[in-house]
């Protein structure tokens, strides 16, 4: 996940990683991670700004960044050792060619294959 | 191909199966553009700049699919996913010329001609998922789907997010610490075949319609390289057999 600064809001993490933030921690599936400075906290407040290093520590994930050129690179977890944490399908949006957003789960109640290609 | 096995697929499927196709490529429309005009899709047809489907369903090559089911949960995990056979009757398709190919771009094609791949069983197990669903015997459970997925540790992990800041940093106009990041990203995922072919991709040789294709150094300038390796140079040595893990039921 790519971010252009070094807190992010509940809700951007929610929606980008697919990671729920709960009473007993972040979750996705049946995986919960508990949040140290979580608690005396609202994990309901989802417009809460959390500092990305600290969370990204305490949910094991990476966080490669270029401060000089704005950018943080917050890579997945690895928790399940697997590249899927859970078999359902992760928060995914794509613009098309004219950068119009199309939002994987729109498709709920249809069979779906994603086909990965490309030019080189 | 896909789109005519699409249309016939959702066309028996009662508009229940869709196909969404997703090009990676950190120069967005410029790279895809072409290719995606060409194929006139009329299913969801998107652009992944930053590779998500790397990071979030684990893809290392490309043609990759997943299958995803009614209720949004993957029944099969990202695995190379073949070119729909042609029908018998099809007449078959012309050989390239390639008599005005660099020597690299046939060898290239030679090792490509030698991965394999089994279009017949995979799209037999396609038909059946889309007719029979979760009965079919190639739908997985979500633990078999977890488990078939990519190995991931906390080093394959990081390789993601160097990844990322690389495409970032590549679009921003950063190439030098573009390379940097895309260096460890190699280093750290040595399994991911786009993670290689998409930084080659980005040092093109020449400005003919070879020159994303040529993916390894340049024969006048050949120290000026910034990885390690090439496409032919990696197949060479790791073998065109080895390209793709085999497609298991």
Redesign the interface.
């Given at each position: 996940?790519?971010h252009r600064s070094s807190t992010i809001t509940r809700s951007e993490f929610e929606q980008h990683t697919?990671w729920v933030f709960k009473p007993e921690g972040a979750c996705k599936g049946d995986v919960c991670i508990p949040l140290r400075d979580n608690s005396g906290d609202n994990p309901n407040d989802k417009s809460a700004m959390l500092d990305l290093e600290s969370l990204a520590e305490q949910m094991?994930?990476?966080?490669?960044?270029?401060p000089q050129?704005k950018?943080w690179?917050?890579?997945?977890?690895?928790v399940?050792?697997?590249?899927?944490?859970?078999?359902?399908?992760?928060p995914?949006s794509?613009?098309?060619?004219a950068g119009k957003p199309?939002d994987?789960?729109s498709?709920?109640?249809?069979?779906?294959?994603?086909?990965?290609?490309?030019?080189? | 191909m896909w789109q005519a096995l699409r249309d016939e697929l959702n066309a028996s499927s009662n508009n229940g199966f869709e196909l969404i196709t997703v090009g990676l490529d950190a120069l967005g429309n410029a790279g895809c553009q072409t290719f995606m005009e060409a194929a006139q899709p009329t299913h969801p047809a998107l652009i992944d700049r930053h590779h998500q489907l790397a990071e979030k369903f684990g893809v290392i090559n490309i043609p990759s699919s997943i299958w995803i089911d009614e209720n949004g949960i993957i029944v099969r995990p990202a695995e190379p996913a073949p070119a729909p056979p042609k029908p018998a009757d099809a007449e078959p398709a012309a050989a390239p010329d390639l008599s005005a190919a660099p020597e690299r771009l046939k060898s290239m094609m030679m090792e490509a001609a030698k991965i394999p791949s089994n279009p017949e069983a995979y799209h037999a197990a396609l038909r059946d998922w889309v007719a029979k669903g979760a009965a079919s015997e190639f739908a997985m459970s979500p633990d078999q789907v977890i488990n078939r997925s990519r190995p991931r540790s906390v080093e394959v992990a990081t390789g993601h997010a160097h990844f990322e800041l690389a495409t970032a940093l590549q679009i921003d106009g950063h190439q030098e610490a573009a390379i940097e990041h895309f260096r460890h990203a190699h280093e750290l995922v040595p399994d991911s075949w786009t993670f290689r072919r998409q930084a080659w991709s980005l040092q093109p040789v020449g400005d003919g319609p070879f020159a994303r294709f040529w993916q390894g150094p340049a024969p006048d300038s050949p120290d000026s390289w910034p990885y390690e390796g090439g496409w032919l140079e990696d197949i060479q040595r790791e073998g065109a057999e080895n390209y793709n893990a085999p497609w298991e039921p």
């Open positions: 996940m790519l697919g094991g994930m990476p966080l490669i960044s270029s050129h950018l690179a917050l890579g997945p977890e690895s399940s050792s697997r590249a899927l944490t859970s078999a359902s399908a992760p995914l794509l613009p098309d060619l199309f994987l789960a498709l709920r109640g249809k069979k779906v294959v994603v086909y990965a290609w490309a030019p080189y | -």
